[in-house]
């Protein structure tokens, strides 16, 4: 589905979230509702996206998925708000990037006073593909409560050569080598999906967005 301007999670209520596009998103989520996101970006976008847990024991998981090839460019921007107490969210993007493609990521975190007992938490995870490709994180924690438990993280790293050798001595085309190191360095984010058919389908579409693909 397409995202949309502004949604609202119910005090309560569950759901499960498949979007292309982060374009000016805005999320709300209530006492006691769950949201996950997933995000699949493929196309180079420029957007921003904003959460904010409203209610006590609200709780988010953003799970991005990028994968970028030729000239695309991501300027992605989160803001996670929190503005009640015993709140979680975790933020997770991960991106791999071929060709002259690139992602730069601002992620920030805000736990505003009333926000006790907020567990939150931002990591970005890039594997460069090619010479060309690139990745930046910008993370911001504005911590405003006392009892807070927030983390950031950010890594870049390159296919390593010696496992891509080990596959090749073994028979494996370099291509289907390349693709399998990639949908395994996607797996964590996966295996988070609950739902059997949408994690199924969330593959299909980081198949599809290689730029080469493989049966799953």
């Known amino acids: 589905m397409k995202a949309m301007d502004l949604q609202t999670m ?41 959460f904010e847990l409203t209610g006590a024991g609200a709780e988010l998981d953003f799970l991005g998925m990028i994968v970028g090839t030729g000239s695309a460019q991501f300027e992605l921007s989160t803001v ?10 975790r933020f997770l993007l991960q991106s791999a990037l071929f060709d002259k493609s690139c992602v730069d ?28 490709a690139r990745a930046k994180s910008v993370p911001s924690l ?9 983390g950031h993280a950010s890594t870049i790293g390159r296919v390593d050569d010696e496992l891509l050798f080990y596959f090749q001595s073994r028979g494996v ?31 299909k579409k980081i198949v599809q967005s290689l730029p080469f693909s493989y049966d799953v």
């Not at 209530?30 to 699949?40: F, K, P, T």
């Not at 504005?142 to 927030?150: M, R, T």
Request: proline share 2%; with cysteine.
């Open 105 to 132: 990521f601002f992620g920030n975190l805000i736990v505003e006073p009333a926000a006790q007992l907020t567990d939150t938490d931002l990591r970005h995870r890039t594997l460069l593909l090619s010479d060309g």
């Open 10 to 50: 119910k005090r309560g209520e569950r759901k499960t979230l498949l979007l292309d596009s982060l374009a000016d998103t805005h999320f709300m989520v209530e006492e006691g509702a769950r949201l996950q996101v997933i995000y699949i970006g493929a196309e180079g976008e420029k957007a921003r996206a904003t």
């Open 80 to 89: 996670g708000r929190h503005m009640a107490p015993n709140t979680k969210a």
């Open 142 to 150: 504005e911590i405003l409560a006392d009892d807070v438990k927030a």
């Open 173 to 203: 085309d370099a291509q289907v080598a390349t693709q399998l190191i990639v949908m395994g360095f996607f797996e964590s984010q996966l295996s988070m999906i609950s739902d059997e058919q949408m994690r199924c389908d969330v593959r």
